[in-house]
């Protein structure tokens, strides 16, 4: 499985951006898709995940109430609709996917494909 992130940037505080993430040479579909991030000099971090195209979603409580992750029409496609970005969200952002259950969402070990990243950076 091959994982190609998209949608990167740099915004003002309080701004918004749209992350994509489509995965490919599998099928069926994939199980779950998560964000994770990375700020240097940091551990990487769990964003948000999604089962089976929206059957359970799972936010880290930085980003609930501001960030939405959501499956795209196409197999194996998702995104992260960023809203009111600030300095705290600046990292490299990565999609990753695996199969099984629901459980452990937010366990970046558990994750068994990755895509290579992308740069957000929030300035105040």
């Known amino acids: 499985v091959q994982l190609q992130a998209s949608g990167g940037g740099s915004v003002r505080a309080g701004g918004s951006l749209r992350l994509s993430c489509a995965a490919s040479?599998?099928?069926?579909?994939?199980?779950?898709m998560g964000w994770f991030r990375q700020a240097p000099g940091k551990e990487r971090e769990f964003v948000a995940a999604?089962?089976?195209?929206?059957?359970?979603?799972s936010y880290a409580d930085s980003v609930k109430g501001r960030f939405t992750i959501s499956s795209g029409n196409a197999k194996n496609t998702m995104y992260l609709q960023m809203n009111s970005l600030n300095a705290d969200d600046t990292a490299l952002y990565y999609c990753?996917?695996?199969?099984?259950?629901?459980?452990?969402?937010?366990?970046?070990?558990?994750?068994?494909?990755w895509g290579q990243g992308t740069q957000v950076t929030v300035s105040s």
């Open positions: 990753a996917a695996r199969d099984g259950s629901f459980q452990r969402a937010q366990d970046h070990h558990e994750y068994a494909y």
């Open positions: 040479g599998r099928s069926p579909s994939v199980d779950m």
């Open positions: 999604i089962y089976r195209s929206g059957r359970d979603r």
